[in-house]
């Protein structure tokens, strides 16, 4: 019989097994080859790495920031010798192409750790004057306590160090629920943080269904702040749980990508391109819509169906494939469900447009572009995150405007123009939290500022560098009378 890797939670600085003994399956998305078993755990669990985490928290805060650095750089140090392990991982368990994207990936991890070890060193305070004679006052910046951390599937590895590691870095621990379908991916960049020898506690990790030990570590009393990624509903739902306590929400985006008349179409395809099939379309930041007016529909959608037929499909292992399967079922009937939608509407189905059955088992779907969508349907106004390119026409500068702030969300745009008096005012007018000029909706680097904006459904407060850092991070008052 072949060996499955059995793994548990990781609480105290130990590998644990669930209290209730149960286990749940990990299976490949390519061809459901069996990858894992492991530890199913439930709210004592959840409970105990609480318990854990404010032990790890007392050691953790008293160290310092120099001391916390070098242990960002040695989880660093331990994922670039596992690299490879790690990577394969992420490309058998997410999905997504070893060689064009899961190096990537583990590299931007990598980085990651070794910014926030980096940045924790420069986070300073202030002497600020005061009114009254002989008071003196500084400000300064202190952990949290113990954070909860949920993450979904889609950039397992990545996602994940954008809360752990400021965390780390500033000083407070941590309880990790990550998704159940890359619970795998969490268990091998969990080993590399234990290998770096950190405090017990400082980091535990704790398998199983989100809406069980997820709701338990964001509505516990002892944990003090909360750092999330996943769907706007869940979010809502972690909100009302958590309630009172600091969070981070990193939530759902829908594009788009607006193509003014002027702009280079070879350069907007590529990007919008980019933009929708990156990771299969399963990226916050996606260009879920492509908003353009009659003067450019053809012409862009004839680039776009150019780029997505040279896409290859296949084994996520395999170097020369370029697009994996999407990670599980739900995602795969929900393109579907959009997809339909938006034919039934009057959308123009130029390619793809269906299922991969002769690509393998998995869960496959094929690279797909769609002209002339109409604005009411679910491919312009809701969130699709699958590798879908929908064009939507739109009348001119003012409809293309409104059109990409019509939507509920707020997450990142890419827009194209060689015009840059226009380029500035599409991105001060935009309603995203990010907005690309001439790049893709999903440019992004590790240090610079990424969220939703206010009143949209995607979410709250900003990720990135030393944004992440005060996120995390209390603002204490001291004063003292030197009289
Ligand atoms: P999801 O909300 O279904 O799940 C995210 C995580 O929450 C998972 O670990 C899940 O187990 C857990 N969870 C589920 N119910 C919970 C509950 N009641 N309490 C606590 N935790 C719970 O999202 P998903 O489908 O895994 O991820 C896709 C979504 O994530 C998309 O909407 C996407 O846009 C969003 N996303 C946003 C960003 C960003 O930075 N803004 C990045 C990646 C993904």
Same mark, same amino acid.
């Given at each position: 019989?072949?060996?499955?890797?059995?793994?548990?939670?990781?609480?105290?600085?130990?590998?644990? !097994?669930?209290?209730?003994?149960?286990?749940?399956?990990?299976?490949?998305?390519?061809? %459901?080859?069996?990858?894992?078993?492991?530890?199913?755990?439930?709210?004592?669990? +959840?409970?105990?790495?609480?318990?854990?985490?404010?032990?790890?928290?007392?050691?953790?805060?008293? @160290?310092?920031?120099?001391?916390?650095?070098?242990?960002?750089?040695?989880?660093?140090?331990?994922? &670039?010798?596992?690299?490879?392990?790690?990577?394969?991982?992420?490309?058998?368990?997410?999905?997504?192409? #070893?060689?064009?994207?899961?190096?990537?990936?583990?590299?931007?991890?990598?980085? *990651?750790?070794?910014?926030?070890?980096?940045?924790?060193?420069?986070?300073?305070?202030?002497?600020?004057?005061?009114?009254?004679?002989?008071?003196?006052?500084?400000?300064?910046?202190? !952990?949290?306590?113990?954070?909860?951390?949920?993450?979904?599937?889609?950039?397992?590895?990545?996602?994940?160090?954008?809360?752990?590691?400021?965390?780390?870095?500033?000083?407070?621990?941590?309880?990790?629920?990550?998704?159940?379908?890359?619970? #795998?991916?969490?268990?091998?960049? @969990?080993?590399?943080?234990?290998?770096?020898?950190?405090?017990?506690?400082?980091?535990?990790?704790?398998?199983?269904?989100?809406?069980?030990?997820?709701?338990?570590?964001?509505?516990?009393?002892?944990?003090? *702040?909360?750092?999330?990624?996943?769907?706007?509903?869940?979010?809502?739902?972690?909100?009302?749980? %958590?309630?009172?306590?600091?969070?981070?929400?990193?939530?759902?985006?829908? *594009?788009?990508?607006?193509?003014?008349?002027?702009?280079?179409?070879?350069?907007?395809?590529?990007?919008?391109?980019?933009?929708?099939?990156?990771?299969?379309?399963?990226?916050? +930041?996606?260009?879920?819509?492509?908003?353009?007016? &009659?003067?450019?529909?053809?012409?862009?959608?004839?680039?776009?169906?150019?780029?997505?037929?040279?896409?290859?499909?296949?084994?996520?292992?395999?170097?020369?494939?370029?697009?994996?399967?999407?990670?599980?079922?739900?995602?795969?009937?929900?393109? &579907?469900?959009?997809?339909?939608?938006?034919?039934?509407?009057?959308?123009?189905?130029?390619?793809?447009?269906?299922?991969?059955?002769?690509?393998? !088992?998995?869960?496959?779907?094929?690279?797909?572009?769609?002209?002339?969508?109409?604005?009411? +349907?679910?491919?312009?106004?809701? &969130?699709?995150?699958? !590798?879908?390119?929908?064009?939507?026409?739109?009348?001119?500068?003012?409809?293309?405007?409104?059109?990409?702030?019509?939507?509920?969300?707020?997450?990142?745009?890419?827009?194209?123009?060689?015009?840059?008096?226009?380029?500035?005012?599409?991105?001060?007018?935009?309603?995203?939290?990010?907005?690309?000029?001439?790049?893709?909706?999903?440019?992004?680097? #590790?240090?610079?500022?990424?969220?939703?904006?206010?009143?949209?459904?995607?979410?709250?407060?900003?990720?990135?560098?030393?944004?992440?850092?005060?996120?995390?991070?209390?603002?204490?008052?001291?004063?003292?009378?030197?009289?």
């Amino acid at each position: 019989m072949q060996h499955v890797l059995k793994a548990h939670h990781f609480i105290g600085g130990r590998w644990t !097994p669930s209290q209730n003994g149960n286990i749940f399956e990990s299976r490949s998305p390519y061809d %459901g080859a069996l990858l894992a078993l492991l530890a199913e755990g439930d709210r004592e669990d +959840a409970q105990a790495a609480i318990v854990a985490a404010q032990a790890g928290f007392k050691v953790l805060s008293q @160290m310092t920031a120099w001391e916390r650095s070098k242990l960002c750089n040695r989880v660093a140090d331990a994922m &670039e010798k596992r690299r490879e392990e790690l990577a394969a991982t992420l490309a058998s368990e997410q999905g997504k192409p #070893l060689v064009a994207e899961a190096y990537g990936e583990i590299d931007a991890a990598v980085t *990651g750790f070794r910014e926030a070890g980096e940045l924790i060193k420069w986070l300073e305070g202030e002497v600020i004057p005061v009114e009254t004679p002989g008071k003196r006052a500084i400000s300064f910046r202190q !952990p949290r306590g113990v954070y909860a951390v949920v993450t979904p599937w889609n950039f397992p590895i990545n996602i994940p160090v954008e809360y752990l590691a400021p965390c780390l870095a500033a000083g407070n621990a941590v309880v990790w629920v990550p998704a159940p379908t890359t619970s #795998l991916c969490a268990v091998k960049l @969990m080993e590399c943080i234990a290998e770096a020898g950190l405090p017990d506690g400082a980091v535990n990790l704790v398998l199983g269904p989100g809406a069980v030990v997820g709701d338990e570590i964001v509505g516990s009393v002892g944990t003090h *702040g909360i750092g999330f990624t996943g769907s706007p509903a869940t979010g809502n739902a972690i909100a009302k749980r %958590g309630a009172g306590k600091p969070m981070l929400l990193e939530l759902g985006g829908n *594009g788009p990508v607006v193509v003014l008349d002027d702009a280079d179409l070879d350069r907007a395809a590529a990007a919008a391109a980019f933009g929708s099939f990156f990771n299969a379309g399963q990226v916050c +930041a996606a260009s879920g819509r492509i908003l353009v007016t &009659e003067k450019n529909h053809d012409a862009l959608a004839e680039r776009l169906v150019a780029i997505a037929s040279r896409i290859r499909l296949g084994d996520p292992l395999d170097g020369a494939t370029t697009m994996g399967p999407l990670n599980n079922a739900q995602v795969v009937r929900k393109i &579907e469900e959009h997809v339909a939608d938006g034919a039934n509407r009057g959308g123009e189905l130029l390619f793809g447009g269906e299922r991969g059955p002769d690509v393998g !088992p998995g869960w496959f779907y094929k690279p797909t572009v769609i002209g002339r969508v109409e604005k009411q +349907a679910m491919l312009n106004t809701a &969130e699709t995150f699958g !590798p879908i390119a929908p064009l939507v026409v739109c009348a001119d500068e003012a409809d293309l405007l409104d059109t990409a702030n019509a939507s509920s969300h707020g997450l990142a745009a890419g827009v194209f123009t060689r015009d840059l008096s226009k380029a500035f005012a599409f991105g001060e007018k935009l309603r995203m939290g990010l907005v690309n000029i001439n790049s893709p909706s999903c440019y992004w680097e #590790l240090h610079l500022p990424f969220g939703g904006a206010s009143g949209k459904s995607s979410g709250l407060g900003r990720l990135g560098g030393k944004h992440t850092l005060r996120e995390v991070t209390d603002v204490k008052t001291i004063t003292f009378d030197v009289t």
